[in-house]
T-cell receptor, first 112, second 112 residues
Framework: DAKTTQPNSMESNEEEPVHLPCNHSTISGTDYIHWYRQLPSQGPEYVIHGLTSNVNNRMASLAIAEDRKSSTLILHRATLRDAAVYYCIGGEDASGTYKYIFGTGTRLKVLA | DADVTQTPRNRITKTGKRIMLECSQTKGHDRMYWYRQDPGLGLRLIYYSFDVKDINKGEISDGYSVSRQAQAKFSLSLESAIPNQTALYFC???????????FGSGTRLTVV
């Protein structure tokens, strides 16, 4: 299983960058690393994913370590709306298919 | 309309009752999932289905059953509800060509 380890909680000031770490030392070579976030009273929403290279999209950046045993989700300027639980997921491949195993995530608190 | 709709949004039921949670999606995706979320435990996979004729157990399928009535519909049943099935239930859908899930807004189930 591609288990992930994340800090339970983090705090950030508004308008400042946030670096959310994730360890996934058991990830296989073909497993993508996915990040989701869950805003209060909502279902999780997709943030970003990557395999080996760093990735950027309109929501965030994903920095993947060269050995792929860890990654960091970067929110360049945290806003109050970014307060959520962030999940790092190493996809588990089973019989050529793909399904997620969620951990407990990191609860991000953004301070005004 | 939401891409993934779950009904009901909230439900209180008594121990021993049979209850069905419904999920429908308009994304046209083949893959659908049911997750359960308990405080402090993140999301855990109950069942998943990669097409209408495919049903698979997840991490915690005991006490649950599912039915995939059509590509767009995937329902979760609790045959005889018990209090420790009190939780927030999420349905999700995905496309194997696109690494991302779309989640519904959840059903909050309370078993008394």
């Amino acid at each position: 299983d591609a288990k992930t380890t994340q800090p339970n909680s983090m705090e950030s000031n508004e308008e400042e960058p946030v670096h959310l770490p994730c360890n996934h030392s058991t990830i296989s070579g073909t497993d993508y690393i996915h990040w989701y976030r869950q805003l209060p009273s909502q279902g999780p929403e997709y943030v970003i994913h990557g395999l080996t290279s760093n990735v950027n999209n309109r929501m965030a950046s994903l920095a993947i370590a060269e050995d792929r045993k860890s990654s960091t989700l970067i929110l360049h300027r945290a806003t109050l709306r970014d307060a959520a639980v962030y999940y790092c997921i190493g996809g588990e491949d089973a019989s050529g298919t793909y399904k997620y195993i969620f951990g407990t995530g990191t609860r991000l608190k953004v301070l005004a | 309309d939401a891409d993934v709709t779950q009904t009901p949004r909230n439900r209180i039921t008594k121990t021993g009752k049979r209850i069905m949670l419904e999920c429908s999606q308009t994304k046209g995706h083949d893959r659908m999932y049911w997750y359960r979320q308990d405080p402090g435990l993140g999301l855990r996979l109950i069942y998943y289905s990669f097409d209408v004729k495919d049903i698979n157990k997840g991490e915690i399928s005991d006490g649950y059953s599912v039915s995939r009535q059509a590509q767009a519909k995937f329902s979760l049943s609790l045959e005889s509800a018990i209090p420790n099935q009190t939780a927030l239930y999420f349905c999700a859908t995905s496309d194997p060509e696109v690494y991302g899930y779309t989640f519904g807004s959840g059903t909050r189930l309370t078993v008394v």
